[in-house]
């Protein structure tokens, strides 16, 4: 499956990847496997975000929300009903999929900063009831220790479905983006206007980017249900969100791979400087500023610049 | 009088006056926000940063002062020059290179800014709650309608919120710098072209818009407990308001600070468990109805 | 073929478009010209649905296409190139009109066959068609202003269009590529029999190729006709020179 996305040397590297993501339960102490789901489910989340941000050019500034929607209706779901815990699984991502066809539906018709904040502004509606709503949703202490099936309970069980899951979502979405949908959507990022005078419905293929992105964000949360157990508002709170922005800004928005990238740094980057000082936003702050100085296009399209001098110029702003 | 009551119910006219002054400190906050917004094009999520370092510089200054009214007072202003020394720094050494980016980058640069700011905050006033004492002129209760009580202190908000949108007209329509502002609003080009160094006249605007998040967070002190993450919710509802205001429109600023704290207050007279979602539900409502704003925007 | 009937359109009660008419036939080439400002870009906009007329009709074979989307206006087989250059920036040659075929074809909405598989024919003929198959594989950031413009018809060539709208298509361009794309106008009209419409403000091209010009004088249209009778109408002279002692040309 990786012929697809990667040639020659690249090749050689992804099935090493490959080989070692598998093999790390043999080597790592419980602590680090669970650190290396999150990058995983994290990094699923920054790519499903970078489907419409980076290749729809779409302002989704709250896209936690369907994250933590999916988490919660998997949750719930296990919680509160005696269903197949697989079922529950499907569950989440398809009802975060249904509130990205609700939201997209009312916020298409605006454009660009009028999107994003009309979305912030549904999303924190979102965010209020889960918080508030202690009856249904516990409220800020969130569900804890949810039932889970055996095979899942232990970390590794844990781990290799999280990492079998990300790599069959991966794979869907670089489909995607190489399909004639993705290259649609594309031509919509970088002229929506042309993109209407060559026949496209700009708003319906947004639409459909908008639900795919939920849902795979929708199993970004569910995933993370499978690996912590627990859920809490703080998914989805705007914060998170541009968290998940700047992961795909840190690894490269022009770039499939970027955000798992730009996930994998945070991530490891914060468990590191969380071992020795209590002020990680602080570093995160700081580091921020130097990418959006120094590398605008992020670690993959810098590295990119500097393969292919000459071949791909930084964008000519008009 | 009575006759106010046999229409409104003094529940309902209380609340009213309540979110009144809710509307007053969200109004000083977004209107600085919204002149940023259609000056500089800086989606500053640093502001909500900003409201609450004022908050806090409020507290220090009170407290030195011995927490009685000149404390009070001299808060009121140092803390929004305070603010405004720190946002000018920010300005002339990171924004100033950044103003040809675009919207994505702006704001993700701001929330760095908000991320370090917030940190800088816990590391120089730590985590605790602190409270800011009302000073004793508008300690007490004042009876509005020959019998409603209402804090005296709001009442003080409910006056300085008029006085400051008056002065920020002034400003921005009468002052040379306001003139250069709102033409460099709709072209930048064209502005520098003649002559003006428009830089300058960006880090003014900037510096104004952040001086009044300060005053907002000054104002606001004494009613609430200063805490960390106070900026959190405070900068969604400023956006929103500058959204559902129209960009960069001082009025629209006022008109949504006024729809939003008083759908607010009289939402939980409604539903008290989840009164906060009116106002959420009625910027949805007006930008179905209205993408771009109520009034004219200056983009 | 097109029809414009007294349409009009204002923007902040500035008067872009006022009352004007238009009438092309099919296999026909016909300019538009007229001082800057004078409502070309805007009629254009009006025709294609980028705009919404304040009141009007704008007919197509017969059928009202008034108010239509863009890319509705597109599916009945109207094409247009756009002034300033208005291609995808971060995506190649070949790609940019790709987009443009797969839309046309309706395949944009498939998600999982690779693009790569796709139209190639097609694209590689239009491109070739265009003389831009040698470089096909280049960002169009990389490309030089003209061929950014012929690429531009190319897109519109990729909607297998009936009826071309080519706004200044040789704005900016140098004389050797000038002449290039003058023959490439006339080659789609000739072999391809497409009906063109186009702006332009070089007079020798106007009349090099032109079987009718409009006239467009702040807003409105004054007159329309063959190149003779525009070359030494009177009114045109009066709008377009200020001065009436001279024939153009």
Known sequence: MLQSMLRGKGLIWGYAG???????????????????????????????????????????????VFYGVGAYATALMLTRTGLSPWISFIVGPIVSAALGLIMGMICIRLSK???????????????????????FTGGDDGIHGIPLPEILSSPNGAYY?????TLICFLIMYKIVKSPFGSALQGIRDNPVRSEMIGINVKRHQLLALIIAGFFAGVAGFLFVVVDTTVFPDMLFWTLSLEICIMCLLGGWFSFFGPMLGAAIIIVLRTFVSTFTSYWTLVLGILMMFVIFFLPNGVLGYVEEKLHKGLIEPVIKE | MDFIYTIFPPKVLSQVFVGLSRTTILFIVSSGLSLILGVLRIPNVAHGSLYMIGAFMAFTISKVFGGGDIGFWLALIGAPLGVALVSLIAERGVFQFLYEREHLMLLLLTFAFSLVFGDLVKIVWGAEYKSVPVPQVFQGFVNLFGGLPFPLYNLFLLIVGPIVAVVLWLIVNKTKIGKIARAAAVDREMVGAVGINVSWVFAIVFVIGCLLAGLGGALVAPTVSVTLGMDHTLIIEAFLIVIMGGLGNIWGALLGALIFGLSQSLGILIWSQFGIVFPYAAVIVVLLFRPTGLLKSTW | MLEVKSISKSFDGFKAVNNANLEVEKGEIVAVIGPNGAGKTTLFNLITGILKPDNGKVFFKGEDITGLH???????????????????????????????????????????????????????????????????????????????????IAMALGGNPEFL????????????????????????????????????????????????????????????????????????QDAYLGRSDVCLM
């Open chain 1, 18 to 64: 490959l080989i070692i993501l598998f093999l790390l339960p043999l080597i790592l102490p419980r602590f680090y496997i669970y650190i290396v789901s999150i990058i995983l489910l994290t990094g699923l989340l920054a790519t499903s975000l970078n489907l419409v941000l980076g290749y729809g050019g779409i302002f989704q500034f709250h896209h936690a």
């Open chain 1, 113 to 135: 900063l009028y999107f994003a904040m009309l979305q912030i502004s549904l999303g924190s509606l979102v965010w209020i009831i889960v918080y508030r709503w202690y009856s």
């Open chain 1, 161 to 165: 479905f999280t990492l079998i899951i």
């Open chain 3, 70 to 152: 863009p890319y509705q206006v597109c599916r009945k087989r109207i094409s247009r190139s756009f002034q300033i250059v208005n291609v995808f920036q971060r995506l190649t040659v070949f790609e940019n009109v790709q987009v443009s075929v797969l839309s046309r074809q309706k395949k944009t909405w498939n998600l999982f066959t690779p693009s790569t598989k796709l139209v190639i024919k097609e694209t590689n003929e239009i491109l070739e068609s265009v003389g831009l198959i040698k470089k096909k594989n280049r960002t169009t950031a990389l490309l030089s202003h003209g061929d950014r413009k012929v690429l531009e």
């Open chain 3, 165 to 236: 709208i080519l706004d200044e298509p040789t704005a900016g361009m140098a004389p050797e590529e000038t002449a290039r794309c003058i023959e490439l106008i006339k080659h789609l009209s000739e072999k391809l029999g497409l009906t063109i419409l186009f702006c332009e403000h070089d007079m020798e091209i106007v009349f090099g190729i032109a079987n009718r010009i409009m006239v467009m004088v702040r807003g409105a249209t004054i007159v329309q006709g063959g190149c003779d009778e525009v070359r030494c109408n009177q009114a045109v």
